[in-house]
């Protein structure tokens, strides 16, 4: 067995392909003869399958009014390899699930599977042809069977590529009905390779988080969208970083640990009210400049990225900033914050200064027009005129959107910003 396709949980639809299984001769794919809700998975990639075994449990299981369908045969020949679902089984049932009560009900009674039936069924197909089509990114709900019953072969699969290449067909998806992060498609691009990694090497299947989902899905939109430009650029903070380490002395007994980011935080402000459209956001064919400044960080959680916000930065301190900065990025890895938390922001910062690194592009948090990224501070040789002089210097990395700021704006923006980190005192200014 060398790729599992479902997993518990999931919603099993009648016919739908559970794993792949291959033989020296071909790989195919086993499809479920019963539809209901996934609860355990008997088999796992490397498992040896024979004709029989038991590949799931399915709970309220409908199955196919056949006996549990025999894999059509593969593109290739020789199939050595056919399994079943929670149908008759051989194998021992999990506690609670055998033969006797508690098991998962039987499927004998239950209607026949009308493949041609559209709800709640796939497309009627072979698991080979199911294959193929996904090789191709062919929607096969899309597609119209020309065989028996409607059944939807390779040749039908064929000809619906030949049409979309030649523009006399849309796919849903190139019709804007693509889901949020999907396929390129709608771009006009080619469909995401599909490769059989597990072909080349062990490999172990994990779902994305929910919050990588999100986030994923909201980057891909806005680097994709928005025409970004970074300027690279580093400011000297040797007193700065002097008078961090004496603040955070002093203020030992009081818990608050003041970090680079803290002085960033009220550093951009600075900039910000200097350089107003980097406040802004894009609006049509309007600017929306913000009176306030509403600063966001990203922070790193085991879960992905979240962007918890500072609000109204501009009225507090550095160290009130860094108290509650503290305590949004504690929030962010318990997965504990507000959605309020994490909106309205109108300029964000994203620091891997702890973890280390040089410049990086970040990626605009949409509606925002710029982006700040930091990394991690060095010790440098820098020439006075005279002499080189061992300076503390923080890479900067601003990105921002071509369309509301021009190049020259971003080199002010950061030189400014250079300018306020090593003399801090501008910022009374
Ligand atoms: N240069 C050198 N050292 C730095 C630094 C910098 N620019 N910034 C922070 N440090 C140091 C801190 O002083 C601290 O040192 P000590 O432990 O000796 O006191 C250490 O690095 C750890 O700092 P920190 O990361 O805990 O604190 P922070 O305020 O700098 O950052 C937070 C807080 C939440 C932003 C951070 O923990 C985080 O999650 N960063 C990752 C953000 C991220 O993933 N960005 C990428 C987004 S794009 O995918």
């Known amino acids: 067995m060398i790729e599992v396709l479902v997993k518990p949980g999931d919603t099993i639809k009648v016919e739908q392909s559970l794993v792949t ?9 086993i499809p479920s003869s019963s539809a209901g809700v996934l609860k355990e998975l008997k088999v796992k990639v490397g498992d040896k399958l024979n004709i029989g075994d038991l590949i799931a449990v399915v709970q309220g299981a409908a199955s196919a009014a056949s006996p549990s369908p025999q894999p059509s045969p593969p593109r290739g020949e020789g199939a050595t390899a056919a399994a079943q679902t929670s149908s008759p089984s051989p194998s021992p049932a999990p506690a609670g699930e055998g033969r006797g009560e508690g098991r998962t009900p039987p499927t004998a009674a239950l209607p026949p ?13 072979s698991p080979s042809v199911r294959k193929f089509a996904r090789e191709l990114g062919v929607p096969l709900e899309e597609v119209k069977g020309s065989g028996p019953k409607g059944r939807i072969t390779q040749e039908d699969v064929q000809a619906f590529t030949k049409s979309v290449m030649a523009g006399d067909t849309r796919t849903k998806a190139a019709s804007g009905k693509a889901p949020a992060g999907g396929g390129g498609e709608a771009l006009g691009l080619l469909p995401w390779p599909k490769v059989d990694f597990a072909k080349f ?23 994709v969208m928005i025409p970004h430009v970074t300027n690279h650029d580093d400011a000297d903070i040797t007193e700065l970083e002097a008078f961090r380490v004496s603040t955070n002395k002093e203020n030992e007994k009081s818990g608050v640990k003041v970090t680079m980011l803290g002085f960033l935080i009220k550093a951009c402000v600075a900039a910000l009210k200097k350089f107003p459209e980097f406040n802004s956001s894009l609006d049509g064919e309007e600017l929306v400049f913000k009176s306030y400044y509403h600063i966001g960080f990203a922070a790193d ?9 500072i609000r109204d930065a501009d009225k507090k301190g550095v160290l009130a900033i860094s108290q509650e900065m503290a305590e949004l990025a504690k929030k962010a890895r318990e997965g504990k914050l507000s959605p309020a938390e994490m909106s309205g922001a109108t300029f964000t910062i994203s620091s891997l200064g702890g973890i280390g690194g040089r410049y990086f592009t970040p990626i605009i948090n949409a509606p925002e027009v710029a982006i700040l990224g930091v990394c991690r501070s060095q010790t440098e040789p820098v020439w006075d005129g005279k002499q080189f002089q061992p300076r503390l210097m923080l890479p900067l990395s601003l990105s921002w959107d071509h369309r509301v700021i021009d190049g020259a704006s971003a080199a002010r923006f950061n030189a400014y910003l250079g300018q306020i980190l090593a003399d801090f005192r501008r910022v009374l200014l």
């Open 21 to 29: 299984v291959e033989s020296d001769k071909a790989s195919m794919e």
């Open 113 to 125: 599977h009308d493949p041609s039936a559209s709800t709640g069924t796939l497309p009627h197909a």
């Open 201 to 223: 090497g062990p490999v172990e299947r994990k779902p994305l988080s929910r919050i990588k989902k999100i986030s994923g899905a909201n980057l891909h939109r806005n680097w």
């Open 301 to 309: 959680t085991p879960n992905g990225l979240m962007v918890p916000v």
